[in-house]
């Protein structure tokens, strides 16, 4: 079984800062394994923000927030933070913690299957 606990978020002004964290465990985490961050708003298909691989630590995102997003990696906790500076009000979503076997970092993919946290709120107010 795998597990995902997601931790920070919350509200913020625009140009501020948050981080996010997200500890995992359970069967997917053996070996090489691939983390992620996806947001969602009402209506939305759900997006991916950020990919790390646990192999090379390779990252990739998207282009909405390249440049003011870095996602990061503790191999040995099982634990990826997503530190979002710059914040802007369309930066608004429910974001939610991903893990699965296999992804491309460079296409910003993470592949099936894939497990999910729970989900955390971030507010951009402008």
């Known amino acids: 079984q795998v597990q995902l606990l997601e931790s920070g978020g919350g509200s913020v002004q625009a140009g501020g800062s948050l981080k996010l964290s997200c500890a995992g465990s359970?069967?997917?985490?053996?070996?090489?394994?691939?983390m992620g961050w996806f947001r969602q708003t009402p209506g939305k298909e759900r997006e991916a923000v950020a990919i790390?691989?646990?192999?090379?630590?390779?990252?990739g995102y998207s282009d909405s927030v390249l440049g003011r997003f870095t996602i990061s990696l503790d191999n040995a906790k099982n634990v990826v933070d997503l530190r979002m500076n710059d914040l802007k009000s369309e930066d608004t979503a429910t974001y939610y913690c991903?893990?699965?076997?296999?992804?491309?970092?460079?296409?910003?993919?993470?592949?099936?299957?894939?497990?999910w946290g729970q989900g955390t709120q971030v507010s951009v107010s402008s």
């Open positions: 991903a893990a699965s076997q296999s992804c491309a970092p460079a296409l910003v993919v993470l592949y099936p299957t894939r497990h």
């Open positions: 359970g069967d997917a985490f053996r070996g090489t394994y691939c």
């Open positions: 790390i691989y646990s192999g090379d630590y390779s990252t």
